[in-house]
């Protein structure tokens, strides 16, 4: 049994490995090993606690589809942990959605408030608590790792808990084409829509999956009217506003417009310190205060990498005894700082959008109002709010001293003419993907 637990183990790994980026797979995965099989459990072996935690959340798809393919569907996969050479079972949590497709672990009262997410938690708890009747639908968006699965699995968790007879469901738009696809195949859309359609409350993830696939949206426009039309809540969430969704029917705009749409935006420093100190005290090791403030001045726009910075950290302190300083800490989070190096600047902004309309920089930053000149300052303020974390006072500082209110001004102009102006959208999304190869 011992030999056939490894060769199991091997070959899961093995087809892990094309999928996942490297780094994590050897930090991860490499050092785990296939230990014994019985007849319903394939017992692994990992260095520590942690990795137990970390694989099931990460890994437990890939693995049970792996198992079902290699026609082992009945095992169950767990973990021993071998810390200190001294080997120890821990039961394993099952992190397996439930029907609903949610998963206990979001919820409100673990999500941290700051001022760039505290309207969109605001909106998300008063949808949960009023399902249908407030904001219908609700639109989240906010780039990747800001929370934006988090707060719609909340809503999902929430009602599920508050109103037991609502039926509610969690999914990814790409998981609905998927289905959509398998239901036209197999002749069977009804059964599709009306799977859908008797939901109470339909919570959808990654809605910009949408652009350019007119049957997806044709399907998700007449699933959202009918849920709409006998007043179940509908939420959606996108790495986008819906004017900036390209591709996308006039229709469909307007009904994502119709209810209430509100952003996500990276965390300010004292959130990124509330949240590693929150995620900190929920286990037994110490990250000095020094390393919590090193990350939160390193990793900025993207909680789920200063998440993956403390997990990091929390397996090097349960692994070895050494000291976790600054250098230990530059050290193990190496990739992780390299990728943050293309944060996106006011700098950059005004660079690039500087050159884009051919001005200097100087009038980016001084007080001339000619038009030549506002637009571009417009758009350089525009992005400075979307994509960085600065606080308007900041960005007014950033350019030549302007006040709060002057910055609030340019930032909804553009935002107006954005949803209306399809030349100027485009113009923006070719200067976003300049400003990131910055
Ligand atoms: P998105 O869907 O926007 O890409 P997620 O919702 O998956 O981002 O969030 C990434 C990770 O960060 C998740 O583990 C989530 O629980 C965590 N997270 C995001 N925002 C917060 C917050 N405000 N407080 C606590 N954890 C958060
Ligand atoms: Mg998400």
């Known amino acids: 049994m011992l030999t056939e ?21 050897e930090t991860w995965l490499e050092p785990t090993e296939g230990e014994h099989l019985t007849q319903n459990t394939l017992w692994v072996k990992v260095p520590n606690a942690f990795f137990i ?49 949610l998963q206990p672990r979001y919820t409100f009262d673990n999500f941290i408030i700051g001022e760039s997410n505290k ?39 929430y009602i599920k808990e508050h109103f037991s007879g609502l039926k509610v469901y969690y999914l990814g738009c790409e998981e609905f084409m998927n289905e959509m696809i398998d239901a036209i195949q197999s002749n069977k859309m009804v059964q599709f829509k009306n799977k859908y359609r008797r939901k109470d409350a339909l919570l959808i993830d990654d809605i910009q999956f949408l652009e350019g696939k007119e049957g997806l949206q044709e ?4 699933t959202f009217n009918a849920l709409y039309d006998e007043g179940k809540q509908v939420v959606f969430s996108s790495d986008r506003p819906p004017g900036a969704l390209a591709n996308l029917e006039e229709r469909l705009v307007s009904r994502f417009q119709g209810g209430l749409v509100c952003d996500i935006k990276p965390p300010a420093f004292e959130t990124r310190i509330a949240i590693l100190k929150k995620k900190m005290a929920s286990t037994d090791v110490h990250v000095s205060d020094e390393v919590i403030l090193f990350i939160a001045n390193n990793i900025k726009g993207n909680i789920r990498e200063l998440e993956g910075a403390l997990v990091k950290l929390f397996a090097f302190a349960s692994l070895t005894t050494g000291t976790l300083d600054i250098d230990r800490t530059k050290e193990l989070l190496s990739d992780l700082l390299s990728q943050n190096t293309h944060e996106i600047t006011t700098g950059k902004i005004q660079k690039v ?24 300052r417009d758009v350089a303020i525009y992005l400075s709010r979307e994509y960085t974390a600065l606080s308007l006072k900041d960005i007014g500082k950033e350019f030549g001293g302007r006040d709060h209110t002057t910055i609030i001004h340019a ?13 100027l959208l485009d113009e923006i999304n070719n200067i976003i993907k300049l400003i990131k190869c910055e």
Not at 359 to 374: D, N, V
Request: glycine share 6%.
């Open 411 to 423: 930032y909804n102009k553009i935002k107006k003419l954005l949803n209306k102006d399809n030349e």
């Open 53 to 101: 935690d970390w694989i099931e959340e990460h890994y437990h798809t890939n693995i049970y589809e792996i198992l079902g393919a290699l026609n082992q569907g009945h095992l169950k996969v767990k973990y021993k942990s071998v810390e200190g050479g001294r080997e120890r079972s821990i039961p394993s949590k099952v992190y397996q959605p439930d029907s609903s497709h």
């Open 5 to 25: 637990a490894k060769n199991l183990w091997q070959e899961i790994l093995c087809q892990i490995k094309d999928k996942i980026p490297s780094q994590n797979y």
């Open 219 to 222: 399907e998700i426009f007449h």
């Open 119 to 157: 309207f969109a938690r605001a909106a998300a708890i008063a949808a949960a608590k009023t399902p249908g009747r407030q904001y219908n639908p609700l639109f989240l968006y906010g780039n990747v790792g800001l929370g934006k699965t988090h707060l719609l699995q909340a809503i999902g968790n």
């Open 353 to 376: 959008v500087a050159n884009h309309y051919n001005i200097s920089l100087s009038s980016m930053r001084g007080k001339r109002r000619m038009k030549s000149i506002i637009l571009p």
